[in-house]
């Protein structure tokens, strides 16, 4: 197990021993998700790589049902998380209570016919004939957006399964370049919009004290991305908010979950591989109140300073399977 593993797992198994659980009748705060007029949960129960760390399966049945029955409402999944795995497990966890869970897949295809097929079969996977949100998943660069936006691409196929009503909503998703991410919202009719954000990811454009700006650091999803999406009231989601480990020890838990929801956000989407982690951020979900903007720029710039760099490398050729 890695240094920033076991971290992780000791960290938050002490926080979640002394702040336990504390629940109002099951639910959570929850926000209207931009112009979609959808109501979702704070936080939403990650499908993706931290969730396919529960290798047995009633063992991920029994965290998602910890997790829908401590009030989370919004799925997030993909078809790429396991080649199907991930939305099969959902599927079966959503029997008799799909009407309660917000569910969003992602598409990685960017061929229109593939990506119709591969919906396909998210749709029996997930015990469903409609879905509440498809994302375009993983959008990477110019070359990429291209291959989206082309003729027959995913999007006009997307466009086509929002007419149809196979899916409610339509999104992309991006944790690689936010200037990409931005021209995509810009451009084209989409419903949300899932981007990176937390505090070490802020973009800087000049030194303070002895900190040395590397030149390949690039802007933030926060400073581009996001005015653009709050702009055309798209649903925003939040994703890596700790960073995906990388952030914990640096500061409370609390304070991470707290920074990225106090964003023009609706709902942050957070890996949960155990029960425990399931209880700990229900339960910082539920004390949440929005920190102050002087506390969330001298948080941003301690944690910035230490590891933006170091993220942006990692995040321009992370694939979260």
Same mark, same amino acid.
């Given at each position: 197990?890695? #240094? ?34 959808a109501r ?15 290798? %047995?399966e009633d ?6 049902? /910890? ?12 078809y790429n ?73 995913? #999007? %006009? ?17 991006? *944790? ?11 451009? *084209? ?32 999803? %926060?400073?581009?991305? #996001? ?23 640096? =500061? ?15 709902? =942050? ?19 949440? /109140? ?20 170091? #993220? ?6 992370? =694939?979260?399977?």
């Open positions: 197990m890695s #240094l920033t593993r076991r971290r992780f797992l000791e960290t938050t198994a002490l926080a979640g021993a002394a702040a336990g659980c504390k629940t109002a009748n099951g639910k959570l705060p929850s926000r209207v998700l931009g112009r979609t007029g979702v949960t704070i936080l939403a129960m990650g499908g993706g790589s931290r969730f396919l760390m529960y290798k %047995e063992k991920a049945l029994e965290a998602l049902e /910890r997790a829908f029955g401590l009030g989370i409402g919004y799925m997030d999944t993909a998380y396991g080649n199907g795995v991930s939305e099969e497990r959902v599927g079966k966890a959503l029997e008799g209570r799909r009407k309660e869970i917000f569910v969003a897949t992602k598409i990685g295809a960017r061929d229109g016919d593939e990506a119709r097929r591969i919906l396909e079969g998210s749709l029996k996977r997930l015990r469903t004939d409609q879905v509440d949100l498809i994302h375009i998943h993983s959008l990477t660069d110019e070359e990429d957006l291209a291959k989206v936006e082309a003729k027959g691409g995913v #999007l %006009e196929t997307l466009y086509k399964l929002r007419d149809e009503k196979i899916t409610r909503f339509i999104g992309v998703t991006s *944790h690689t370049d936010p200037g990409v991410l931005a021209q995509a919202l810009e451009r *084209h009719d989409f419903d949300c919009t899932q981007m990176a954000l937390n505090a070490a990811l802020v973009g800087m454009t000049s030194g303070r004290g002895k900190m040395v700006i590397n030149p390949d650091m690039k802007p933030s999803f %926060e400073s581009i991305a #996001l005015p653009v999406a709050t702009r055309k009231n798209l649903g925003v989601i939040a994703m890596k908010v700790y960073a995906q480990e990388d952030l914990i020890g640096q =500061a409370p838990l609390d304070k991470l979950l707290a920074y990225s929801l106090s964003l023009p956000v609706a709902t =942050a989407v957070v890996g949960m591989p155990q029960l425990g982690f399931i209880e700990e951020n229900v339960s910082m979900a539920q004390a949440f /109140r929005p920190l102050e903007a002087a506390e969330m720029k001298s948080l941003s710039d301690e944690l910035s300073s230490r590891n933006k760099a170091a #993220l942006d490398r990692r995040f321009s050729r992370h =694939a979260d399977a």
